[in-house]
């Protein structure tokens, strides 16, 4: 197939494009040119945001499926779907789990008790806003979509309601890997770089579960939903079916960074540093079924977590974060011999 990737150059759009060309697809990347594209794909320079300027070229190119990894906004999927109604067979929306209205629970944005888990392609959905305003404000530091518009429970709404132009939608877990702009590795890591004895942890953050998944297993599931003619209509979640805590999944990084000697302490919430607090109810875990899409498409994981945690911390190294998450290494030693000493 020939097959167009909208904003495929960051995170998980090359190890998608290079699941589909070693499948024989071929592969154009619609993007502003900040970053090169992967080896052997044709490009397309554009503005995801002017979309609709560009319909002529889509057109006469005729891409057979096209997948949308940067589409955030209920104005932009009605963009989308205006502009390649007629022109594609297919589209293939990115979106995120943070769809759930458990989601909306864990950050403080939606009232009430914690939603059953474990969620699926079924559970309710938010009725209030993603994030809180100063999540929002990080995560536009980070990646240049995210902006006051971001809301994917329409964009689903959308694309799956189009009579005229079929779509799937997979939803995303917290992906960890090369080139994680979260750095979701960073604040293990660092502390065991710099020599810490401990690192601490909230006692109600210590044991939140949440959905993860593998880059490049990630990529290799949009890849399958997208090639797959049964996967027309069809909404998947797509993470790890093993979910660990907080603290287990810190505990796992410092083994596979190997040779660190020190101690994970569990710290009262009201005398841990403010910055080790998470702003919403902890007691609501994020634990997400991915059956269906391993059911209706055989999806399976093929990455060794081993591999998968060895070439994550690498990178992680390698490509330590421009702004830095906050550490008060004093405040941390303070707290820690704070609870030492009345044990």
């Known amino acids: ?28 990347i619609f993007h502003r040119g900040k970053t090169a594209p992967p080896e052997g794909v044709a490009q397309i320079m554009g503005d995801r945001n002017l979309l609709a300027d560009h319909r002529g070229h889509l057109a006469r190119e005729k891409f057979d499926l096209v997948i949308d990894f940067v589409v955030s906004s209920e104005r932009q999927a009605r963009q989308l779907m205006e502009t390649l109604r007629g022109i594609t067979s297919r589209v293939v929306v990115v979106s995120s789990m943070d769809v759930y209205r458990a989601w909306g629970v864990f950050n403080g944005m939606e009232p009430g008790a914690p939603e059953p888990l474990p969620l699926d392609e079924d559970s309710a959905l938010r009725t209030r806003p993603t994030y809180p305003p100063e999540v929002m404000q990080k995560l536009a530091q980070m990646v240049s979509w995210a902006d006051a518009e971001y809301d994917k429970v329409p964009v689903e709404r959308i694309v799956l309601g189009d009579a005229g132009l079929p779509a799937t939608v997979v939803r995303l877990p917290m992906v960890y890997g090369p080139g994680d702009y979260v750095h979701r590795f960073h604040g293990v890591l660092k502390r065991i770089d710099d020599g810490r004895r401990f690192i601490p942890f909230a006692d109600d953050v210590a044991p939140v579960r949440t959905p993860r998944g593998y880059v490049e297993d990630v990529a290799r599931a949009i890849a399958l939903a997208a090639v797959s003619e049964s996967a027309a209509g069809r909404l998947y979640n797509i993470c790890e079916s093993v979910f660990f805590s907080e603290l287990e999944w ?45 059911r209706e498409l055989g999806y399976c994981e093929q990455m060794p977590e081993a591999e998968a945690f060895r070439r994550t911390i690498e990178w992680e190294r390698a490509h330590p974060p421009q702004i830095a998450p906050p550490f008060d290494y004093q405040a941390e030693d303070a707290a820690v011999a704070q609870l030492k000493a009345t044990a």
Do not use: C
């Open 250 to 294: 810190a505990r796992k990084i410092a083994s596979a960074a190997a040779g660190w000697q020190g101690e994970f302490v569990i710290l009262p919430r009201d005398k841990a540093p403010r910055y080790l607090l998470l702003p919403g109810n902890t007691a609501q875990h994020l634990v997400v079924s991915s059956e269906r899409i391993r």
């Open 1 to 28: 197939m020939k097959i167009l990737l909208i904003g495929g150059t960051g995170f998980i759009g090359p190890f998608t494009a290079k699941h589909l060309q070693q499948a024989g697809h071929s592969i154009t």
